[in-house]
């Protein structure tokens, strides 16, 4: 009887402990010695729901860490022109590696023929030449990527292009980012640009930075994220003017616009179909012309806390949705 009792109590110990294993959530095993599950070594994690769902799940890139880069998607030809005729006998230059490869000599007109996969990763010491003076203003921007015949699309730091190996020093970084303007006007105006969507642009604080950057890039279906909370005047103006395929925006996370920010920043892209813009001062100054030749029909994201209700060309296109976050 005593025996039996023993077996009985053995028995219930082991059913109460599968019990417990089968009905255990949030079971996770990381491939990792990290303390968070944020903190991966591994390019792959696996893990269990709490529906007990098993799933191997890829880690996140952080292409903040790589070069700036281009990907063919097609065969054909790449070129980069930097802009040379700076103040004081400067001249812009890039180094370029192909597939990895080693680095090459530093040339301002770079002409390559590629096949589709090949990467090319960029560094230099980039600088821009503008002055206060429009009439005396020689060039504005680092230079151009259009002239090729390959689609391409881009992703890693576009700061290699001024910091080469430095681009992720922060205290290198921050003067350029705080004084740079013109940075990276026209630069793949008219270009076969398919995707930034990878593309990393770090700074925080916008000034005359983005002009036009990707105005009339037909092709350009995915924009970059733009991080910035605090823009001065003209950001973003013509940034994506023209780019018929983007049916989507980046969010805008700027709380208080100032003049001209946004004007014409997604006219004439004909296919936008949805706009995340979270601002709520500064409205009526920044926004001429912005959303001109949209979409007929699309969804508007507003600030939970917005009070402005422009429509038209100037604010919210007409026929649209809105929503707030």
Known sequence: M????VIQKKLLWIYNIIKKIFNMRHIKH?????????DFEYDYVSFVDENENSYVRENEHDYSKDYFTVVALTDGSFVFTANEE??????????YSINDGEWQEPTNNLNLNVNTNDSIRLKGQMQTDYTDN????????????IGGTALFEINGNIMSLFLEDDFNNSEKLIPILNSSMYTYYEIFKGSNLVSAENLILPSKTCFCMYMSMFQEATLLKKAPQLPATT?????????FNGCTSLERTPILHADKLES??????????????HITMLA??????GLGGWVKNVYPNGVFVKSKNATWEIQGDNGVPINWIVQKK
């Open 86 to 95: 700076l103040d004081e006998g400067i001249s812009n230059a890039v180094s």
């Open 231 to 239: 823009i001065e005047d003209m950001c973003y103006l013509s940034m």
């Open 280 to 285: 709520t001062k500064g409205v009526t100054s």
């Open 2 to 5: 005593i025996l039996l009792e």
């Open 134 to 145: 429009v009439s005396v203003m020689k060039q504005l921007g680092i230079g151009k990527f």
């Open 30 to 38: 990381f491939l990792t010695n990290a303390e968070q599950p944020t």
């Open 260 to 273: 001209m920010c946004y004007v014409d920043m997604f006219k004439n892209c004909t296919n936008l179909k």
